[in-house]
């Protein structure tokens, strides 16, 4: 008689593993779970920094690696590559059997998987829904795995209001703050020292961390709109730190603009496909300021606390600290930004910055539902009308 429930885990890059962290490591050691770890996605392309290395370096072993990566940023690349995701999660769920799928966020591989585990009658937890990104089509994706899960962990209050505006049974709806804050509560970081030997530059003051990914609801857009951040950039005299863009339609192109940048100004810029958690959250610690449109801008940079200038619409509708700057993709309208972002005015309030998100403490909580939850009659859900 099975006494130990399984959570199977599903990751497809960097950033959603990053923020999953604690909480494997909570279900690694629950003595009432099973954690069966998939990677996908990015996690599985030299391109992206074959990060599942990094996932088995922490310690955690992984299941199963799931090919379905198309070598293509194109909308058709991209939903061939959903096609081939959907069909590996259902031959997975259908061996494996899970009591529990756990995703986090919003990116296409994870519709894949929450697909798949809907047609197979696996329930799903999911993490960080009820937000509002408009400039995105993760927008979408992220609401369409709210339908189709069956625990849901946000975080704010407001999200939880949200996913419960969406029909879901506010017995089910749990508000645990954002994986991200506990990441910097409790991850070490690293001393400058380190900091600029991994990165490869010395942090003068100011510099940037720059993190910019594709509008997806603005196909054709990415590059001109990212010439307009480099334009910006360009005119600064700031050490500059890229983290290139996921594997989203058109961020090839954004990758080697980036590329294509650097090259131009060694003597301050450089690029990672990806810093891992440890020496992002490091590095956070000493640049003077986040400028892109990454959540993590909004989520885990008023926690630092660093200022954040966040570029267009990409995370328009997501909750934000005063810590963020929000500005238009323009060049002119940017640069003025980033002189606001850099003033010792607006530098010297970041002391006192409240990051509606939370205070960090997520991981026990989640698990311990994990534990107790009742998995009878979780699959069947009814609409919850609001009165």
């Not at 429930?5 to 999953?20: D, F, H, K, M, Q």
């Not at 267009?312 to 972002?341: F, P």
């Amino acid at each position: 008689m099975k006494t130990r429930r399984r959570i199977c885990v599903v990751t497809g890059s960097r950033a959603e593993y990053g923020l999953l962290f604690w909480i494997l490591k909570e279900i690694v050691a629950s003595p009432k779970l099973d954690l069966y770890l998939v990677v996908t996605g990015m996690h599985l392309s030299p391109e992206f920094g074959l990060t599942y290395r990094a996932i088995e370096k922490d310690g955690f072993s992984i299941h199963k690696k799931v090919e379905m990566l198309l070598s293509s940023d194109t909308s058709i690349g991209v939903t061939k590559s959903m096609a081939l995701g959907l069909s590996s999660f259902g031959e997975l769920y259908d061996e494996l059997k899970p009591d529990i799928v756990l995703m986090l966020g919003d990116r296409f591989e994870l519709l894949a998987a929450a697909s798949a585990a809907l047609v197979t009658t696996m329930p799903i937890a999911h993490i960080h829904g009820g937000e509002n990104t408009e400039g995105a089509f993760d927008d979408a994706i992220r609401h369409s795995i709210t339908k189709m899960s069956h625990l849901h962990f946000t975080a704010s209050e407001t999200y939880r209001k949200r996913v419960i505006q969406l029909g879901e049974n506010p017995d089910r709806v749990y508000n645990v703050g954002a994986p991200g804050i506990e990441n910097i509560r409790r991850r070490p970081t690293v001393g400058r020292t380190e900091v600029e030997k991994r990165i490869g530059i010395k942090l003068c003051d100011p510099s940037l961390m720059i993190t910019w990914h594709p509008p997806t609801l603005s196909p054709g857009e990415s590059a001109m709109q990212f010439t307009c951040v480099l334009e910006a950039l360009e005119k600064t005299k700031a050490t500059l730190i890229f983290t290139l863009a996921n594997a989203d339609t058109e961020g090839r192109v954004i990758n080697d603009m980036i590329r294509g940048f650097v090259a131009e100004h060694p003597e301050r810029a450089v690029y990672h496909a990806s810093l891992g958690q440890e020496l992002y959250l490091s590095t956070l610690r000493y640049v003077s300021g986040v400028v892109g449109n990454s959540s993590s801008g909004l989520i885990e940079a008023p926690s630092i606390p660093v200022g954040t200038v966040n570029i267009g619409d990409r995370q328009k509708g997501r909750m934000r600290a005063a810590s963020v700057l929000d500005c238009d993709v323009d060049a002119e309208t940017i640069l003025n930004a980033i002189a606001e972002l850099l003033d010792p005015q607006f530098r010297s309030q970041l002391l006192n910055t409240v990051n509606p998100h939370g205070d960090g403490n997520v991981a026990k909580t989640v698990v311990s539902i994990l534990e107790t939850v009742k998995l009878d009659g979780l699959t069947k859900k009814q609409f919850f009308d609001l009165h």
